[in-house]
């Protein structure tokens, strides 16, 4: 994220310095192209990992419904699944992508 964000921001700095008439290697058109480029890709990016995160708390947290009986031992299932969870490691939203893409782990999550 911060890879699109970081750029976003220069390219606004870059502008300011079309606009005041200083020395500048970026065109006007390119920097309004990279400016629209960049600021779909966050608003994509942020929609998805919203998506994802609410997906995962949906998934993985407690649902306040009562009901029938399979409901209720669903809801006992889950919530041993959910004490498993947080035994192992504390809830966080790290865990959906450790398990999306279990061989990114040793690369993102090591010290």
């Known amino acids: ?38 600021g779909v890709l966050i608003i994509l990016f942020a929609e998805f990992y919203w998506s994802r995160v609410q997906a995962f708390r949906k998934k993985n947290m407690k649902s306040g419904g009562g009901g029938t009986s399979n409901s209720d031992s669903s809801e006992q299932e889950s919530e041993k699944v959910l004490k498993k969870l947080k035994a192992r490691r504390p809830s966080d939203e790290t865990v959906m992508f450790e398990n999306d893409f279990p061989e990114l782990r040793s690369v993102i999550f090591s010290p």
């Open 1 to 38: 994220m911060l890879q699109l964000i970081l750029p976003f921001i220069a390219t606004f700095s870059a502008a300011a310095k079309l606009a005041r008439g200083t020395r500048c290697d970026a065109n006007a058109l390119g920097l309004l192209t990279l400016q629209i480029g960049l």
